[in-house]
């Protein structure tokens, strides 16, 4: 396939900038790293791909981008010779999400297909006018919800389909970040729902294969009295029910001492599976005390660094083979109508039909 273009947050002042979490910002501190930013990690897949070629790399921050393009052997673009050059076939938008909606409608009216990551827009209505334009333009669009590419959720996905554990009864999916992030982050994330539980949301809908009719939301601030006045909450329990019956929890947490907690757990009408914890090696001590083992990896970028290679494999491939890549847009904005009909739930106190 043609070249890819990364628009990465690469700017010190990058609201979606990862945080490092071994220690806690001060309240309005922004702490990017920079090696390790999802801009930097799809510029480094893309450039691995032995299928696709880095082109080039747009930042509002230009040496900050000639650094990334340079380790690649890429080059500095703007918005606009990207979207004008007909070699380039496709862009990945890794920005802030205030960008996204527009970065992905002028993409698509340029004629290229779009990589976005998540979420579309924090506004449903905004999205779906994004994904309006992007029909329109007839351009391939997929959306970054990562995990469904981890190889350990996806043989768990797998063995489903193949009816091993017979019908889907209770869904429980465990996410819970190692600390929170910054107060500064919290305040334009657009809360737990639309920013951390979204990907949950997703999971729900592709493991359930059906749609949640119905939507039920309790949450607390019991981790930092500043995110309540932020206006979020900081720990929550979302219950989805769907036609069928089949519930689905799921537990959002920004806090886990332990490390960076995401498992899964289905129990069907002839047996149950469950995808654990990645730990940071196999190896356990046995004493006469008991046996200590290591803690989960310490964040998103090491537990889903195989995911975020093997999405970027599936969007180029998808392209190459001329399908469309998946998860799409409208994948997206379902997503994000769960993500809304939680808060609805929360504020309201009560479920939310669907």
């Not at 790399?57 to 890429?74: N, Q, T, Y």
């Not at 046996?291 to 970027?312: G, M, N, T």
């Not at 969007?315 to 998860?327: E, K, S």
Request: aromatic residues 6%.
């Amino acid at each position: 396939m043609g070249p890819i273009v990364v628009i990465p947050p690469t700017s010190p002042n990058a609201l979606s900038s990862v945080w490092d979490n071994s220690r806690r910002p001060d309240d309005d501190q922004l702490l990017p790293v920079r090696r390790r930013r999802i801009g930097a990690v799809h510029a480094e897949n893309i450039a691995r791909h032995p299928g696709a070629r880095l082109r080039a790399i747009v930042d509002v921050d230009p040496a900050a981008a000639e650094r990334l393009a340079s380790r690649h052997g890429s080059e500095v673009g703007t918005q606009a010779s990207v979207l004008a050059a007909r070699s380039i076939q496709a862009v990945v938008i890794a920005s802030s999400t205030s960008t996204h909606a527009d970065l992905v409608e002028a993409a698509a009216r340029a004629g290229k297909a779009v990589f976005c990551e998540k979420p579309l827009d924090l506004d449903r209505r905004r999205a779906a006018a994004c994904l309006a334009v992007v029909a329109e333009c007839g351009v391939p669009l997929m959306v970054g919800f990562n995990r469904r590419f981890d190889p350990h959720f996806a043989r768990l996905e797998r063995q489903l389909r193949d009816g091993r554990i017979g019908r889907i009864e209770l869904l429980s999916i465990t996410s819970r970040d190692p600390s929170p992030p910054p107060l500064a982050y919290v305040r334009v994330s657009g809360g737990l729902f639309r920013d951390m539980m979204i990907h949950d949301f997703d999971m729900a809908r592709w493991l359930l294969d059906e749609e949640p009719v119905e939507v039920f939301a309790a949450a607390s601030v019991l981790i930092d009295p500043a995110i309540g006045v932020a206006g979020d909450v900081d720990t929550s329990v979302v219950t989805l029910r769907t036609g069928s019956g089949a519930l689905c929890q799921i537990s959002n947490s920004r806090r886990a001492a332990y490390g960076y907690d995401q498992r899964i757990e289905i129990l069907g009408s002839k047996g149950a599976l469950r995808a654990d914890n990645v730990a940071l090696s196999t190896v356990a001590f046995a004493g006469a005390d008991g046996i200590i083992s290591d803690k989960p990896l310490p964040f998103f970028l090491e537990r889903f660094a195989e995911a975020y290679r093997l999405e970027l494999d599936h969007f180029i491939d998808a392209l190459t083979r001329g399908t469309p890549p998946l998860p799409g847009g409208s994948d997206g904005v379902k997503a994000l109508a769960l993500a809304d009909a939680a808060l609805q739930s929360l504020q309201t106190r009560r479920a939310i039909a669907l």
